[in-house]
C-alpha cells in the first residue's frame, strides 16, 4: 500500500474457538481427476470432507466413517481436525450422516447438515 493511500487497510484474524463442533460434512459426488492429484489420495470415487473441533475428533469421526460404510480413509490430521474419506457416493454420504448422527446425538456436538454436489 502506498503511504499517500487513504484507505484502510483491514486485516482479519482467525483462530479456532474451543468447542464441540462439525463445520464441514461434504461430499463431492464426482470429482475431477486433478482434486484426487492435488490431494494426493487415490482415485476410488467420491471424496467425503469433515471439519471438526477438537481437532481429536478427527479420529473418532474415521473410526465411525469406516465402520458405517465401506469407505477408505484418505487423510487424516488430527492436528487440523480434518478428514477425507473416498468410496461410492452412497458409502461416502452414509458414512459422513453416521459421523454427524454420531458426534451430535451422542457425543452433544453442534453440526451442520450433510451437503453434496
Known amino acids: 500500500m502506498a503511504p499517500n493511500d487513504d484507505k484502510k487497510?483491514?486485516?482479519?484474524?482467525?483462530?479456532s474457538v474451543p468447542g464441540r463442533q462439525v463445520t464441514i460434512a461434504h461430499v463431492?459426488?464426482?470429482?475431477?481427476?486433478?482434486?484426487?492429484?492435488?490431494?494426493?489420495?487415490?482415485?476410488?470415487?467420491?471424496?467425503?470432507i469433515l471439519t471438526l473441533s477438537p481437532c481429536e475428533t478427527a479420529i473418532i469421526a474415521a473410526d465411525?466413517?469406516?465402520k458405517a460404510?465401506?469407505?477408505?480413509i484418505?487423510?487424516?490430521?488430527?492436528f487440523t481436525g480434518s478428514v477425507v474419506v473416498t468410496g461410492d457416493v452412497q458409502s461416502v454420504e452414509t458414512s459422513l450422516e453416521a459421523v454427524v448422527k454420531v458426534l451430535r446425538d451422542d457425543?452433544?456436538?453442534?453440526?451442520v447438515n450433510?451437503?453434496?454436489?
Open 28 to 48: 463431492v459426488a464426482a470429482p475431477i481427476d486433478e482434486i484426487y492429484e492435488r490431494i494426493e489420495i487415490p482415485h476410488s470415487g467420491a471424496i467425503g
Open 107 to 111: 457425543l452433544g456436538y453442534d453440526t
Open 74 to 78: 484418505g487423510f487424516l490430521d488430527r
Open 69 to 72: 460404510a465401506d469407505v477408505a
Open 114 to 117: 450433510v451437503t453434496k454436489t
Open 9 to 15: 487497510l483491514e486485516r482479519i484474524i482467525q483462530e
Open 64 to 66: 465411525i466413517a469406516t
